[in-house]
């Protein structure tokens, strides 16, 4: 079993569950994140979206045009945004096997 995202949370909870299991696994640190560099998406996501009074989307052949201009909309922007990613993530996990869920971090 491997983690790569490197969360407190994998040794903490993972860690001892496995070892009583006698289960191999591996640990995976983002190294920007071990030095205090590292940057969320979704932290990213909601900065751009409190500067921009829309957001415009592009992808699978469709358009997308958010308004962001008031905090419901820009609420209603990030929210979409965000479970469209969470949504493909799971997707992609699903076709390669992987068992990724959303940490919510």
């Not at 995976?28 to 900065?47: I, M, N, P, Q, S």
């Not at 415009?56 to 045009?65: K, T």
Request: with cysteine; charged share 30%.
């Amino acid at each position: 079993m491997t983690f790569d995202d490197g969360y407190r949370d994998n040794v903490e909870q993972a860690w001892p569950v496995l070892k009583a299991a006698h289960a191999p696994w591996s640990l995976f640190v983002t190294t920007d994140f071990a030095d205090g560099r590292g940057r969320l998406w979704w932290l990213e996501l909601e900065e751009a979206i409190t500067r921009l009074d829309r957001v415009v989307l592009r992808g699978h052949g469709a358009l997308r045009d958010l308004p962001s201009r008031t905090v419901v909309e820009k609420r209603a922007s990030f929210e979409a945004i965000y479970s469209t990613c969470r949504r493909a993530r799971g997707a992609i996990a699903g076709r390669d096997g992987g068992s990724r869920g959303a940490s919510g971090r």
